[in-house]
């Protein structure tokens, strides 16, 4: 069974500290891993997919990178604006898609 | 483009009671997948269709759940009878090419069972 398990809980930070997520994974086939954002009181927005070990994927402040075990979302110079709940999934070769817990980011100016 | 769409945003009602969820996803789309999201939680899916045809329905509880997508545009999920449990948000997302990973969800539907 996929399993897809996402560290800290919780992440607290200066406006300007940079930091990063983490997103440890064990899946039959991975097809793909993603990230997305989700606001309070919204749907998960995506963010990026990534296919294979090595690969990096970048959008303004965040750059997602993956390795055969685990993918890491970089958040450089966060802004109060980058304060959401960052969620990691895995498609396996089922066609499932598997969602971490999320991490919860607030960003303080 | 509109994106999907989902309907009521908030529902309460009493343990016992049915209730039912609508979605419309995005025009063209033939994957649709409904997923159930606690607070704190990643979504969880529930069930998936291509097109009419539910196509992963193994965490659905087919005793109290069921799901519809006829002409496979629009969807319902619906529960009967409702338990204190079934408290969560309800998401619905859509795809038209699920191997990108790009899912793109609605708001959602919050379920309260009182």
């Known amino acids: 069974e996929d399993q897809v398990t996402q560290s800290p809980e919780a992440l607290r930070l200066q406006e300007g500290e940079s930091s990063s997520l983490n997103c440890s994974y064990t899946?039959?086939?991975?097809?793909?891993l993603f990230w997305y954002r989700q606001d309070p009181g919204k749907g998960p927005e995506f963010l990026f997919t990534?296919?294979?070990a090595g690969e990096e994927k970048e959008k303004e402040r965040l750059k997602a990178t993956l390795t055969k075990k685990e993918s890491f979302l970089h958040i450089t110079a966060p802004k109060p604006e980058d304060s959401a709940t960052y969620l990691c999934?895995?498609?396996?070769?089922?066609?499932?898609?598997?969602f971490g817990a999320g991490t919860q980011v607030v960003v303080t100016p | 483009e509109a994106g999907v769409v989902q309907s009521p945003r908030y529902k309460i009602i009493e343990k016992k009671q049915p209730v039912a969820f609508w979605c419309n996803p995005i025009?063209?789309?033939?994957?649709l997948y409904w997923y159930l999201q606690n607070l704190g939680q990643g979504p969880e899916l529930l069930i998936r269709?291509?097109?009419?045809?539910?196509?992963?329905d193994s965490q659905l509880p087919k005793d109290r759940f069921s799901a519809e997508r006829l002409k496979g545009v629009d969807s319902t999920l619906k529960i009967q009878p409702a338990e204190l449990g079934d408290s969560a948000v309800y998401l619905c997302?859509?795809?038209?090419?699920?191997?990108?990973?790009?899912?793109?969800f609605g708001e959602g539907s919050r379920l309260t069972v009182l």
């Open positions: 997302a859509s795809s038209g090419q699920p191997s990108t990973g790009e899912l793109f």
């Open positions: 899946v039959s086939g991975l097809r793909g």
């Open positions: 990534l296919y294979s």
């Open positions: 999934a895995v498609h396996d070769s089922w066609g499932k898609f598997q």
């Open positions: 025009s063209g789309h033939n994957t």
């Open positions: 269709y291509e097109n009419e045809e539910a196509v992963d």
